[in-house]
DNA sequence: GTCCTGGTGG
DNA sequence: CCACCTGGAC
């Protein structure tokens, strides 16, 4: 461990660091149990978290038992998430997803396979992407992988890293180059989010952000 | 590229 | 009024 750093770009775990200072532990994913975090990261598919929180709310009485809620019809299921937009498919995601969790009589604790297996398996599920499997996979699982979104493409751009085009070659490089640690990569993407919904967002707000001064775009823009 | 969609903030 | 939101499928 001690030559760690050898051929790593440190520029990953500088930011990592900055960004710690600046906004402290994150304490995520914000949700009461691990079948919370699946709803929720379904939920906020393109869609502000603070629409998530009232459809989770109103499921609240149904998120301690998964069984429960899949046995919903899912018109019922679609009106209860209305909230979070695009409720017709999102509904449909989350039933997909239940009948998965299904053959695992909805524990996560009989799911066990290693992190590669089970990402393909989870991609699998209608409604479940890149982004989705791995905030299943690092929140649930706590399998040590990046989680590519986009406020992370937008931030590591602006912070002047080249980004691949795509997520898996992007969370890949990220990967080489960060700690392989669940926890880590856990405070990593929650961080990220947080400056990229307070500062770096689509029209950012450069001259307040506590990071401008390790920042490559206050030369580019 | 287009569709899916309500809620929030500008 | 309009633009945008921690995507994903087709």
């Given at each position: 461990?001690?030559n760690?750093?050898?051929?790593?770009?440190?520029?990953?775990?500088?930011l990592?660091?900055?960004?710690?200072?600046?906004?402290?532990?994150?304490k995520?994913?914000?949700?009461?149990?691990?079948?919370e975090?699946?709803i929720?990261?379904?939920?906020?598919q393109?869609?502000?978290?603070?629409?998530?929180?009232r459809?989770?709310?109103?499921?609240k009485p149904?998120?301690?038992?998964?069984?429960?809620?899949?046995q919903l019809p899912?018109?019922?299921?679609?009106q209860l998430?209305r909230?979070?937009?695009?409720?017709?498919?999102?509904?449909k995601?989350?039933?997909?997803?239940?009948?998965?969790?299904?053959q695992?009589?909805?524990e996560?604790?009989?799911?066990k396979?290693d992190?590669?297996?089970?990402?393909?398996?989870?991609?699998?599920?209608?409604?479940?992407?890149n982004?989705?499997?791995?905030v299943?996979l690092?929140?649930v699982?706590?399998?040590?992988?990046?989680?590519?979104?986009?406020y992370?493409?937008?931030?590591?751009?602006?912070?002047?890293?080249?980004?691949p085009?795509?997520?898996?070659?992007?969370?890949k490089?990220?990967?080489f180059?960060?700690?392989?640690?669940?926890?880590?990569?856990?405070?990593?993407?929650a961080?990220?989010v947080?400056?990229?919904?307070?500062?770096c967002?689509k029209?950012?707000?450069?001259?307040k952000?506590?990071?401008?001064n390790?920042?490559?775009?206050?030369?580019?823009?």
């Open positions: 461990m001690k760690w750093k050898k051929n790593k770009d440190n520029r990953y775990i500088n990592f660091e900055k960004l710690y200072d600046v906004y402290g532990p994150q995520w994913w914000p949700a009461d149990t691990p079948f975090v699946v929720g990261a379904i939920l906020v393109n869609t502000s978290w603070k629409n998530v929180e459809s989770i709310k109103r499921l149904y998120l301690s038992h998964p069984k429960k809620l899949a899912e018109e019922t299921l679609a998430i909230s979070s937009g695009f409720y017709r498919v999102k509904a995601r989350i039933s997909a997803f239940l009948r998965w969790f299904q695992y009589d909805y996560f604790d009989r799911v396979k992190g590669e297996k089970l990402r393909n398996e989870l991609l699998e599920i209608n409604g479940i992407g982004e989705t499997a791995d299943i690092l929140y699982f706590h399998v040590p992988v990046f989680i590519a979104d986009r992370a493409r937008t931030i590591f751009q602006r912070f002047g890293i080249h980004v085009p795509t997520y898996e070659e992007f969370r490089q990220v990967e180059h960060f700690p392989k640690d669940a926890i880590l990569l856990n405070e990593f993407h961080l990220l947080t400056h990229g919904k307070t500062y967002k029209k950012p707000i450069c001259e952000c506590p990071i401008q390790i920042c490559q775009r206050r030369f580019t823009s």
